[in-house]
């Protein structure tokens, strides 16, 4: 289900909430992507990404961002 308003998420290491978010990924939170049944976000979009949250671990819950630019005509390819 699409979000779009914020709903906190946690891992064992680290609690998340919009503010802790948007200054971690240094951008601003449109909307999420949640599954039935979990906790964590798949995908958060913000105004310049579309962040896809990746698992780090199986032995404790972990999560990293990776950030893709939603228009990649605006990156420099060298």
Same mark, same amino acid.
């Given at each position: 289900?699409? %979000? +779009?308003? $914020? *709903? &906190?998420?946690? +891992?064992?290491? =680290?609690?998340? +909430?919009?503010?802790? #978010? =948007?200054?971690?990924?240094? &951008?601003? #939170?449109?909307?999420?992507? %949640? =599954? &039935?049944?979990? &906790?964590?976000? /798949? #995908?958060? $979009?913000?105004?310049?990404?579309?962040?896809?949250?990746? /698992?780090? +671990?199986?032995?404790?819950?972990?999560?990293?961002?990776? *950030?893709?630019?939603? /228009?990649?005509?605006?990156? /420099? #390819?060298?």
């Amino acid at each position: 289900m699409i %979000l +779009t308003e $914020w *709903k &906190d998420f946690g +891992t064992d290491a =680290e609690f998340y +909430t919009q503010e802790s #978010f =948007e200054k971690h990924v240094g &951008d601003r #939170f449109q909307a999420m992507s %949640l =599954e &039935d049944g979990k &906790d964590i976000p /798949n #995908f958060i $979009w913000t105004d310049q990404h579309v962040v896809v949250i990746k /698992n780090n +671990t199986r032995m404790f819950n972990d999560v990293s961002f990776i *950030k893709i630019p939603r /228009n990649p005509s605006v990156m /420099n #390819f060298v």
